[in-house]
């Protein structure tokens, strides 16, 4: 039973160009989160995605959108890059709210 | 607004030592709460989630109790293993509607040999 898969697994960016992350939830999973997490830090949420519809959004700029298809995988994008975007992001999948499972991330670096 | 804190931030211990993490939160109207592993620069593997109505769970030399009214959980972790390096964060969920997860900074854990 494949876990929730993210790609890709490292990224380097230029201050100011846009990135794409993707994202496939574990089999049976319906909701996705994705949460970004800085060096020492715990993961910051995101938003949150069901029924292909943005359900909440935590504390982050208009820069960060995402999306959700059919089949339930998402992607996360973020415009206009910052050096302090650079972070592990992570993306959670989960059946209502009954426990999360999480990927291993995509580290996304920003020069 | 719900908050986490996680005791201590780091802890050094030679193997075979029991030991105890501690989380707490704000907000007692929490659905569960989840701990979880990560090893440098991975993911995050769930280790034990509890409900909001259970006191405990346990798995192997993993015990995790939650007092939901004073904003406590632990961890307690038997019989120490080097393997067991890495550092352990703990969250909430909050119990209305769909809900993130709300992290604590979490417990960089180094066992020696």
């Known amino acids: 039973d494949a876990g929730v898969t993210q790609s890709p697994t490292h990224l380097i960016k230029t201050r100011g160009q846009q990135v794409t992350l993707r994202c496939s939830p574990k089999?049976?999973?319906?909701?996705v989160s994705w949460y970004q997490q800085a060096l020492g830090q715990g993961p910051q949420f995101i938003f949150q995605?069901?029924?292909?519809?943005?359900?909440q959004r935590g504390n982050f700029p208009d820069r960060f959108s995402g999306h959700q298809f059919p089949n339930y995988s998402s992607e996360l994008n973020v415009n206009a890059l910052l050096l302090g975007d650079s972070a592990l992001y992570l993306c959670?999948?989960?059946?209502?709210?009954?426990?999360?499972?999480f990927g291993s991330g995509t580290r996304l670096t920003v020069v | 607004k719900q908050e986490v804190t996680q005791i201590p931030a780091a802890l050094s211990v030679p193997e075979g030592e029991n030991l105890v993490l501690n989380c707490s939160f704000t907000?007692?109207?929490?659905?569960?709460l989840q701990w979880f592993r990560q090893d440098p620069g991975k993911g995050l593997t769930s280790l034990l989630l509890?409900?909001?109505?259970?006191r405990e769970q346990t798995s192997g030399r993993l015990n995790a109790s939650l007092d939901k009214s004073s904003g406590r959980s632990t961890l307690y972790i038997a019989a120490s293993q080097p393997g067991d390096s890495a550092t352990y964060l703990c969250?909430?969920?909050?119990?209305?509607?769909?809900?993130?997860?709300?992290f604590g900074t979490g417990t960089r854990l180094l066992v020696s040999p």
């Open positions: 959670a999948s989960s059946l209502a709210n009954y426990g999360y499972t």
């Open positions: 509890i409900q909001s109505s259970q």
């Open positions: 969250a909430v969920m909050g119990n209305t509607g769909f809900q993130k997860l709300v």
């Open positions: 995605y069901y029924e292909e519809e943005e359900r």
């Open positions: 907000d007692s109207a929490i659905y569960n």
């Open positions: 089999s049976g999973h319906d909701t």
